[in-house]
């Protein structure tokens, strides 16, 4: 049984319409406080900028260490019959059951970043189930081949969308502060390539990579087939609904969800890398403003994810030559946005400690 | 009374030629490991070098996850009478109270790292009797102003360099696996600059940047001040004890000693910013192999740092706009050293997670 959450399209422009721009009077606010702890100022670089981000998104002059989650969407691709990847597409599954048993990457470095691993399937084409540790959310069993048909109905994504702002929306009550994207899904780079070709106006070429590994040969193919999936769908690049329905994929919509249902919930949400993008680029195209509430995680070796980061206009916290996905760049920078709020929330003020402040 | 180490010139040459290279059989070996854990092959990108080079530098092919100590060393600069900083002399002192009481950046992100902080006076210019959690290795009551005369004798720099020595020996002895170097000086960007001056070949200009934040015409005394201490004392860039005596600072030492004697114990070291990485230089030149030991915390705003990093050929783990020093930016890279240790150690293989590798 399929999910199906009622007046999707409806959610989501609520949604949309109730993303705020941050308070100025929030940043200025909490960069004053920056200035008067026992350092030069400024000299914490992007520490400081991460404190004071979260103090406006969360709206609080003083948030505590936030409870994390990272959301792990798992989801098939039709496309992966174009043999655009390396691996075969039962490692989807296959993965899925090792998140939930705690051995792959994304469950090591949540683990020491103190964030839970949420994982959930929104278009794996298996059936697993009730097994235990996965949110069954199937908007559908594997997207179609997008190089013959649209890879989803409009209907279909809106759900995967729904489904990512619901979770937000769970999360959120349950006093979560702070989220990260993640993805799983055999064959996804292509369409996030797709994605982002239509959303930044860059060329397939310039924004298509290598993926799990592919190479020279399979990466001509793996861009003629984005070009030829562009061509036969048409999606529209001003109505980001309908690019994620005709070369996406269900794991992006739910990201795209997720970024929204934080945003409009005045909660951080920390963006993975090249999958996670494409997801936050349908999000900023259907609501600009999400990107205020939103953090890159890493700079991906995927050729295509600099130009994503360029129209979202962020910087990343991390360059580490990542390319796995999971979420695993999402946890890692969680460590560094906790390290800002704890030198924001810590750390003693000249007058506190009988520092003498610098020579006017 | 005043630190002093017998035969100081022996231990350091005793210590820098018992420094070995890495065994490159252990590094292919971790990379073995790394290549059946689930994920693509190399898709963890530095997480997977910072495991491989903890494997090679510990000698161990399952090393636990390390116990960590940052050591903050302190000293006071002659060359303050010459305006070159912000910062009122006093600072150091009350800095290093500050650290004895847990209110600093180096606090708050060393318990975030799970890290002991050590705070070492190797040279303030303050008499702190026995104030407690704080290591008194007094080996100067500040420097001299090295515009006028030498900053340090030869004896003075090498008790210096085998402070450093000795605390890695003692913390070595006690079971730590990781270091981190860190400093505390008011005026010590100055010394630094000159020392990566004459190491690096580059000129004055080009490495001498500003501080805590200084104007342009404080910037330009600045350069005009260390190009006459270069002037002055003429240190000879082949004999690196000289340029620390000359032109160096006594915390710079103590950083130079720690990293050779945790590479001549088979422990990596994570070398801070701009201060620290002048004690990595001086280390490196005295013995080349230190830097197979030594990982590169962060990328600093402080101008001359790049010409270090490139002459150390070290790629930084962090690039996040800091120039705080006190060893903050080492606290934060020790956790993603941790990171690509854990995925080492805890990832599930292909094998044991009933996962497909990929088609050949």
Redesign the interface.
């Known amino acids: 049984m399929n999910i199906k959450i009622k007046n999707a399209n409806q959610l989501i422009s609520q949604t949309c319409t109730s993303i705020t721009p941050l308070d100025d009077s929030l940043l200025n606010a909490a960069q004053a406080r920056l200035d008067i702890?026992?350092?030069?100022?400024?000299?914490?670089?992007?520490?400081e900028e991460f404190a004071k981000r979260m103090v406006a998104i969360t709206g609080n002059l003083m948030p505590e260490v936030p409870r994390k989650a990272v959301f792990t969407f798992a989801g098939d691709h039709g496309v992966t019959e174009e043999a655009v990847s390396?691996?075969?597409r039962?490692?989807t599954p296959?993965?899925v059951?090792?998140f939930i048993?705690g051995?792959?990457?994304i469950?090591?470095?949540a683990?020491?970043a103190g964030a839970e691993v949420v994982v959930v399937d929104i278009g794996v084409d298996h059936d697993f189930a009730d097994a235990p540790g996965l949110r069954g959310m199937k908007v559908v069993r594997g997207t179609r081949n997008m190089r013959k048909e649209p890879a989803l109905t409009r209907e279909e994504a809106e759900q995967c969308i729904a489904v990512g702002i619901s979770l937000a929306t769970e999360y959120a009550d349950q006093g979560y502060g702070l989220f990260g994207t993640g993805d799983m899904g055999i064959g996804n780079t292509t369409p996030s390539a797709a994605i982002a070709a239509l959303l930044t106006g860059k060329s397939v070429a310039s924004v298509t990579g290598r993926g799990?590994?592919i190479g020279d040969e399979a990466l001509r193919n793996k861009i003629t087939v984005i070009q030829d999936a562009i061509e036969i769908n048409r999606p529209d690049p001003s109505d980001p609904i309908d690019v994620l329905a005709k070369v996406g994929g269900a794991e992006i919509g739910g990201i795209a969800g997720l970024c929204l249902g934080a945003a409009s919930r005045g909660i951080p949400v920390v963006v993975d890398g090249f999958i996670s993008t494409a997801g936050a680029l349908i999000a900023a195209t259907l609501a600009p403003k999400v990107t205020d509430y939103t953090f890159a995680a890493h700079r991906s070796?995927e050729v295509g994810h600099q130009a994503m980061l360029d129209r979202l206009n962020l910087e990343p916290?991390?360059?580490?030559?990542?390319?796995?996905g999971e979420g695993?760049g999402a946890a890692?920078a969680m460590?560094?946005l906790?390290?800002g709020l704890?030198?924001y929330r810590?750390?003693?003020t000249f007058e506190?400690?009988?520092?003498?402040?610098?020579?006017d």
């Open positions: 702890l026992t350092k030069p100022q400024g000299s914490l670089g992007r520490l390396l691996y075969p039962e490692v296959q993965m059951l090792n048993h051995g792959a990457g469950n090591v470095l683990r020491q799990t590994g070796v916290v991390l360059d580490l030559g990542l390319r796995l695993t890692l460590m560094l906790d390290s704890r030198i810590e750390m003693a506190s400690a009988g520092v003498s402040e610098k020579n």
